[in-house]
């Protein structure tokens, strides 16, 4: 059981893909700074590259010509965003929620195409656009 656990997902379509993926990438050892991970997909859903936003560790800091520039650097056709928490606010606000799909709606304003932001705190996680539905 525990290699299927450690099996990193073949193409992130939906949230569990996200928080699955990041599960795999700290394991038992989540980082004990918060942090925000982007993912760079491929037009096939698969991981391209990643980058660790150094800037913010919230989602909610986030714009999007910053978004649009880091898709460039990355060589994606999409993003995704792990955020990492380990302290504080555990559960994600309808601020947070509502926030996130405006930026989503921005970016596929400008053809970019902002899958999800996974907020992940321990083995707990909320993927913001299926709490949005």
Avoid: Y
Wanted: aromatic fraction near 4%.
């Amino acid at each position: 059981m525990k290699s299927e656990r450690r099996r990193l997902p073949h193409t992130f379509t939906k949230a569990g893909d996200l928080a699955r993926f990041a599960k795999v990438v700290w394991a038992d050892d989540q980082p004990i700074e918060p942090l925000l991970l982007v993912v760079g997909l491929d037009t096939e859903g698969r991981l391209h590259n990643l980058a660790v936003n150094n800037e913010h560790t919230s989602q909610m800091m986030l714009a999007v010509d910053e978004m649009l520039t880091v898709a460039v650097g990355l060589e994606a056709s999409a993003l995704a965003l792990i955020e990492i928490r380990t302290e504080g606010v555990i559960e994600p606000d309808p601020l947070e929620v509502e926030t996130f799909m405006d930026l989503a709606d921005d970016c596929a304003a400008r053809g970019l195409l902002l899958l999800d932001c996974v907020v992940s705190v321990g083995h707990r996680w909320w993927s913001l656009r299926s709490l949005a539905s």
